[in-house]
């Protein structure tokens, strides 16, 4: 997704702006650019589509400097990733990147088309640009002229400027979409990621909405939209210095599938203790405050929104409390009814998923007692607006699909549930679940002995259109997650159903060439489910059933039966979700895909 990253100093800053870029690359991005303002105070503008590693090369050959410059990787909204639509956009004087989408933009382009604006690009963005030109000409100061543009747009923006009037600062605003000062002796940087700040210093300001800095190489100011100066404290952050790399793995996803026994383990080293959870893990007095709570509404996207919906499962199913599991961009735009004792817990594996993130500051105007993030990046946009924090230490998740992450914050929701079980009247699961817990690392790493035959089930996949995951209770939300990875890393359509909806439609597409893949933990749906794939047989699918039930009857041809594990209720998707993370791996490797970093998607994605 879209990164902005911008420096000011007493040196010159081309090189801290591509190692800013080169660390926003995780995001996901199609094109990248910069623009500086060189020692003739004219700006020198350098754009490339793709890597910023031939960014990098275009700044080398092009052997231009400056100390004062914009930084920007595009992935594409508005217009196709080509050259013209790449950031920085231009106008006389002026240079611009943008994050967020301009909601007014054509209204604008009206405007300025009148006022013999020429735009050569197919962006939203483009106007921002023209407005600022058009606004510093009528202005005596950066900080007025940033006024009046932010003052004419509508949607969500975090936009850095530079321009040859003032050609020692940078001029930043934002709205609804993050930006952060990053700030050291010498040299000043603007960022709309924490990790981007990371190479250049620790100490970083987070800007609020409607708020405008102005940034020279000693300095920084920062200003609300009414001109106001606002001071804020510099916060400081730990240096991560350790570089992520592959090991001895081929791709990040790979790695980071066979990373989860230890996170896990670590987990439980870190939140459990000689008596069982330590008190308070969600934050200062959550334990208290999750006793009261009457009501919890879950909201996230994608993989994480697959984790709220197996919290709601397992909180429902051992006490009186009224859970909700809602895709942000629904939550963000509906009318939400919050009864009292309602706590809201936003789960974001990068904490600046646009929507997550509006739908966090919708639900701080409401009357819920608490909102809590369980979130796997400590300074995130998230983070900082929450009251209360559990970070999952995941580590940094590099491939887009994500796959620690998810586990890492199922284990934080099974803590949650452990807390909330106390309010239940058998005294004895939070117990039951703490053994099942504990068991975990073991059970994973006997799952992984499963990675030949996956391997070899894999090639019957590589020609398929479709597959439909099936699933029932906990294992529902798990046959989603499986759909999510196969679709994301290769291209195969998939579809996760609840097992008892099959007949309700999906049954319509089944016949000899549909693989249907059967989750089936030992459980008292195992009946039900196997039913349900009975069906799916009787109409020639492909049935592949994942179970640690000793399967035996006519109802089961055990040809495709892969024989997971046994464990417990309560962990079963922890350790049912790792065949489906390998399975989509392996056909992947098998379809020569981009694993991890699939086409069209981005790990964090900060527009709506
Ligand atoms: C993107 C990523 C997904 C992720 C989702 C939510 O779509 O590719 O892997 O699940 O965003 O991200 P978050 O960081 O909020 O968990």
């Known amino acids: 997704m879209c990164g902005i990253f911008g420096a000011v100093s007493s040196t010159h800053v081309q090189d801290s702006l591509i190692k800013g870029l080169s660390k926003l690359e995780y995001r996901g991005y199609d094109s990248a650019g910069i623009s500086l303002i060189t020692k003739t105070k004219k700006i020198k503008r350098l754009r490339c589509v793709g890597k910023v590693k031939n960014l990098k090369s275009l700044v080398s050959k092009s052997k231009s400097s400056g100390v004062c410059g914009i930084a920007h990787t595009r992935w594409a909204t508005h217009g196709k990733p080509i050259l013209k639509n790449s950031h920085p956009h231009n106008s006389d004087e002026v240079s611009i990147v943008h994050n967020g989408i301009i909601e007014n933009s054509d209204d604008l382009k009206i405007f300025l088309k009148k006022k013999k604006f020429k735009f050569t690009s197919d962006t939203d963005s483009e106007v921002i640009a023209h407005l600022f ?70 100490k970083y300001v987070p800007l609020a909405d409607n708020e405008i800095v102005e940034i020279d190489s000693d300095n920084y100011q920062i200003y609300n939209f009414t001109g106001k100066k606002i001071s804020r404290k510099t916060s400081s952050t730990k240096k991560q210095t350790k570089i992520v790399s592959k090991g001895e793995y081929n791709h990040f996803m790979q790695k980071e599938i066979y990373e989860q026994q230890e996170i896990i383990s670590n987990a439980i080293k870190h939140q459990i203790g000689k008596k069982g959870l330590l008190p308070n893990i969600f934050g200062p007095n959550s334990d208290k405050l999750l006793l009261k709570t009457k009501h919890i509404h879950f909201v996230a996207c994608g993989t994480s929104y697959n984790a709220a919906l197996i919290a709601k499962y397992w909180i429902e199913e051992i006490t009186d409390i009224v859970c909700t599991a809602e895709i942000a961009s629904e939550y963000r735009y509906r009318t939400v009814n919050v009864p009292s004792g309602t706590l809201f817990v936003a789960i974001s594996q990068s904490g600046e998923t646009a929507d997550t993130i509006y739908s966090l500051k919708k639900a701080k105007n409401r009357n819920y007692c608490s909102i809590l993030s369980i979130c796997n990046v400590p300074e995130s946009s998230i983070t900082r607006l929450s009251d209360l924090v559990y970070l999952t230490h995941a580590g940094p998740e590099i491939s887009v699909a994500s796959t620690k992450a998810f586990t ?56 398929k259109k479709h597959t439909l995951f099936l699933g029932r209770g906990v294992s529902y939300p798990i046959a989603l997650e499986a759909a999510l990875k196969l679709k994301e890393i290769t291209y195969i359509h998939a579809e996760g159903y609840a097992a008892g909806e099959l007949k309700h439609g999906p049954l319509a597409l089944v016949d000899k060439n549909l693989p249907v893949i059967g989750l089936m933990p030992d459980n008292n749906l195992v009946n039900q489910v196997l039913s349900n794939l009975a069906e799916v047989r009787a109409r020639q699918g492909l049935v592949y059933i994942f179970t640690n039930k000793k399967l035996s009857g006519s109802k089961v041809d055990k040809t495709n039966v892969i024989n997971m594990p046994s464990c417990g209720h309560f962990v079963s998707p922890l350790v049912y979700v790792i065949p489906m993370q390998l399975l989509s791996y392996f056909v992947a490797i098998e379809k020569k895909t981009n694993i991890d970093q699939p086409r069209n998607l981005a790990k964090s994605v900060t527009v709506e």
């Open 408 to 463: 890492s914050q199922l284990i934080a929701l099974l803590f949650m549930t452990m807390v909330l079980s106390r309010t239940s009247k058998n005294k004895a699961i939070e117990q039951t679940i703490l053994k099942q817990v504990k068991s975990l690392p073991a059970i994973i790493k006997k799952t992984f002995l499963l990675e030949k035959e996956i391997k070899k089930i894999a090639k019957n996949f590589k020609n």
């Open 133 to 202: 030109s058009y606004y510093s000409k009528k202005s005596s100061d950066s900080i007025s002229t940033m006024k009046a543009v932010a003052q004419k747009l509508q949607g969500s923006f975090a936009i850095a400027a530079i321009c040859e009037r003032w050609p020692d600062k940078l001029i930043a605003a934002c709205n609804g979409s993050p930006l952060l000062v990053g700030a050291k002796k010498g040299s000043n940087f603007i960022s709309s990621d924490i990790h981007a700040l990371s190479e250049s210093t620790n």
